[in-house]
């Protein structure tokens, strides 16, 4: 596997594969990988000739300084992950790199995107999420781009970026690939005890009890008992809430099938894990 560090290196490999007409494909991380971005990767080797996975992590992105500092770093076994599953380039830059200058925020109105959920819960974080794509996008050139639907909204964001700069790259959002007791995959689990773990599997359980529910009976307070149910084992939940998929505005009833999204945040031994099914 390649490994480039300066924005120099990482032209020169790119030029080459573009000058030979090879398609990229390109999984931005920010490391500690786990199984969910190595199966983003795998997606992307099957659909393009050339796979690039940038790890960078992203302080734009991060609103509570506390946060950023215990992110985990591990950046020797994620290089040796990555090769054993080929992936042809690591992009690992350095902050000067991605943000000469310090960087400006990239203009972009995400309107009401930015206004539920995580919006108001990470002040500035998807203004982060779009700086830091955009010049990566910028830099690397995709064909296509590979995204986790565990992370919902940031997909919507994506999108937006997509749609408002990139319309040239395909974007493919990829299922949540979750542990075999539910729980979501996540770099930040690693900073869970076994107990704090074997919690956090409620919140699936949580998400699918409520959409069996709603499916059922269409019951907006079957949520606010759910999420109850989640806070009575000590966990703190931030929300647990109906929205319509397409748009991400809350909602009160079910919508047609498959427009239907639970999205949920809470806290876990101060770790916060978010979560969502789709219906
Ligand atoms: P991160 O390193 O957390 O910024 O994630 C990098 C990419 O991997 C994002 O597109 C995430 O949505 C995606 N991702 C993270 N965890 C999972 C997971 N459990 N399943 C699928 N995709 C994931």
């Not at 490994?3 to 573009?18: F, V």
């Not at 994620?78 to 690992?92: A, H, T």
């Not at 970026?161 to 949540?176: A, G, M, P, R």
Request: aromatic share 10%; proline share 4%.
């Amino acid at each position: 596997m390649l490994i480039a560090k300066t924005n120099l290196e990482l032209h020169q490999i790119l030029s080459l594969q573009s000058s030979n007409k090879l398609s990229i494909g390109f999984v931005p991380t920010m490391g500690a990988l786990h199984q969910g971005h190595l199966n983003l990767v795998k997606r992307s080797q099957k659909e393009n000739d050339f796979t690039v996975v940038s790890i960078f992590i992203n302080p734009k992105q991060f609103n509570s300084t506390e946060d950023f500092k215990k992110y985990p770093i591990k950046t020797q076994e994620d290089v040796k992950l990555l090769e054993s599953i080929n992936c042809n380039l690591l992009y690992l830059p350095n902050y000067e790199e991605i943000y000469p200058q310090n960087g400006q925020n990239i203009a972009i109105d995400l309107e009401e995107l930015n206004q539920v959920f995580e919006g108001p819960q990470r002040p500035g974080h998807f203004e982060g999420v779009v700086s830091v794509v955009y010049r990566l996008f910028e830099l690397i050139k995709p064909n296509k781009a590979y995204f986790g639907l565990k992370d919902f909204q940031q997909c919507k964001v994506i999108y937006k970026l997509k749609e408002t700069y990139f319309k040239n790259i395909e974007l493919v959002f990829c299922e949540t690939t979750r542990e075999k007791n539910g729980l979501a995959m996540s770099s930040r689990n690693s900073r869970l005890s076994e107990k704090g773990k074997i919690l956090a599997s409620q919140i699936y359980k949580a998400l699918l009890d409520a959409k069996s529910k709603f499916m059922e009976t269409n019951a907006q307070s079957h949520l606010a008992k759910v999420s109850e149910k989640l806070s009575q084992h000590n966990i703190e939940v931030e929300y647990f809430e109906l929205a319509n998929a397409k748009t991400l505005k809350p909602a009160k009833v079910w919508q047609k099938p498959n427009e239907n999204v639970i999205l949920t945040a809470v806290k876990i031994e101060n770790v916060r894990l978010i979560d969502n099914i789709v219906f």
